[in-house]
Structure formats: structure tokens, C-alpha cells
């Protein structure tokens, strides 16, 4: 990416202590249940951006959402109906409540809600247990299923992921806490209403075979070396050890 946009590239060691140290100021700033430790990575990054002297970067959330980057995406297109499966009153229930939910019991967004369900009755005390249908997730309406119904798998993915990840969570708790928790403002290009309008009209199938991918140029802006998270800045797993790095795409002119 450095190569292709001609920019500065940064890159610095995490690991296992560097999360560990960070993981109370994550929940901090998160303010909400976290079920990983990639926002510790993610401050390292918006510490890295401040120490350069940086306030504003662009990011890539929004991308695999638009354009299938997930696996999931790639999942979907295999149409693989659990047929392998023993006829349980488990798999009963987990197709029933898929269908429920997404209107299709072979969209595998989310699966094992029965196990899960168990999981949690275990877990909560017998009076919070018994309210349990009255908060779960599974009993809500998550999404407009009507709006599913007849959609190519790719779009369907795309709808669910915007609804349930995109704004309570990768622009929450992954991107504006952690970047703000620096005092770094973070933009999101790949979320411009006319990248939005043309997403999903571009051939579904470049979006899934292709290897390599498009990304729109922003416009009005200058080479910088600043970025952060999605597809200008990465984090590679290597064991326990985590690099991290970021590519500048383009700082907005202030």
C-alpha cells in the first residue's frame, strides 16, 4: 500500500504486554462490553498518528462492507445448506431462528444461538435467567427481513453488517473512541454517499473473485503519511506477536 499511494510507511512492534497494558484504557474508552483486544491495537495506532504530529486521518471502515472484503462474504457464496447435519431439535432450532431473524435459514451470519442461549442461561443468576427472553437478541427484530428477501448473498451480508456492526461498533468502540482517546479525529472516506450509491451497483462477482481491488481516490486532498485501521493501515498477526502499521492515503486539508 505504502508503494502504491507513495507514502511514508510506519510500522511498530506489539505484543502481548502491549495489550495488557493498554486493556483498561480500552474498556475506558470503549464504554461498552469488548470481545477482543484489538482496540488496544487500535490506541497504539492513534498514539503513533499523535506522536507524528497528526490530527485528522482517513480510515478504511466501511470497506468490506461495501465491497465483500469479509470471508463471510466469500462463505455465502458457496449457498452451503447444512444437509450433514443430524435432524436434532438443536439444528431445528437453530434454523428456525435464523429464519427468524435474517428470513433465510441458510444465511449463516451468526450461528449455535442454541448453544449460546444455553451458554448464557448458565452464566446469568436463575431471576436474571428467567427474563431472559425479554433481552435477548435473538427474540428482536434485528432487521428488516423484507429488504433480505430475494437479495444476492453479497447484498444481504452488506445490509446485515451496516444494520448490526457498522455504526454501534466499528465507528464506535473500534474507530471514534480509540482515535478521539489521542484527541485524533478519524474520517471515513469509503462511507461518502456517493461511494454508498455506487457499491452496489458495481458487478457482484468483482467485488467476491477479484484479488485485488479498486479504491476510490478522495478528493481534495494531499499525500500525507497518515492513516489508521481498515485498508490504509493493517495489523498483521504474527503468533503473539502483533505488527502494526500505517500507510498515509491522504490528509484532508484543514
Known amino acids: 500500500m505504502a508503494d502504491r499511494v507513495k507514502s511514508t510507511h510506519h510500522e511498530i ?6 495489550i495488557i497494558g493498554r486493556i483498561k484504557a480500552a474498556v475506558y474508552h470503549a464504554e461498552s462490553p469488548l470481545k477482543e ?14 506522536r507524528e504530529g497528526l490530527k485528522v486521518i482517513l480510515t478504511g471502515e466501511g470497506s468490506d462492507e461495501l465491497f465483500g472484503g469479509y470471508v463471510g462474504y466469500r462463505f455465502d457464496m458457496l449457498q452451503r445448506h447444512e444437509t450433514d447435519e443430524p435432524d436434532t431439535a438443536e439444528t431445528q432450532i437453530e434454523r428456525q431462528t435464523r429464519q427468524k431473524l435474517w428470513g433465510d435459514e441458510r444465511f449463516l451470519y451468526e450461528r449455535n444461538f442454541y448453544e449460546f442461549r444455553q451458554t448464557k442461561a448458565a452464566v446469568y443468576s436463575e431471576a436474571v435467567g428467567q427474563m431472559l427472553d425479554d433481552f435477548s437478541s435473538e427474540q428482536l427484530a434485528l432487521v428488516d427481513v423484507t429488504k433480505m428477501s430475494g437479495r444476492h448473498p453479497l447484498h444481504k451480508r452488506s445490509y446485515a453488517d451496516f444494520k448490526l456492526r457498522l455504526a454501534d461498533h466499528l465507528l464506535s468502540d473500534h474507530g471514534d473512541r480509540v482515535s478521539l482517546a489521542n484527541s485524533v479525529e478519524a474520517r471515513y472516506p469509503f462511507l461518502d454517499k456517493e461511494v454508498i450509491e455506487f457499491a452496489p451497483n458495481r458487478p457482484r462477482q468483482s467485488s467476491l473473485e477479484r484479488r485485488s481491488r479498486e479504491i476510490p481516490r478522495a478528493k481534495n486532498c494531499r499525500p500525507l503519511s497518515a492513516a489508521r485501521g481498515g485498508r490504509e493501515g493493517e495489523i498483521r498477526l504474527c503468533s503473539a506477536r502483533q505488527s502494526l502499521s500505517f500507510a498515509a492515503g491522504c490528509a484532508l486539508d484543514q
Open 37 to 50: 483486544s484489538y482496540n488496544t491495537c487500535s490506541l497504539a495506532l492513534s498514539e503513533l498518528v499523535r
Open 13 to 18: 512492534l506489539f505484543d502481548w504486554p502491549d
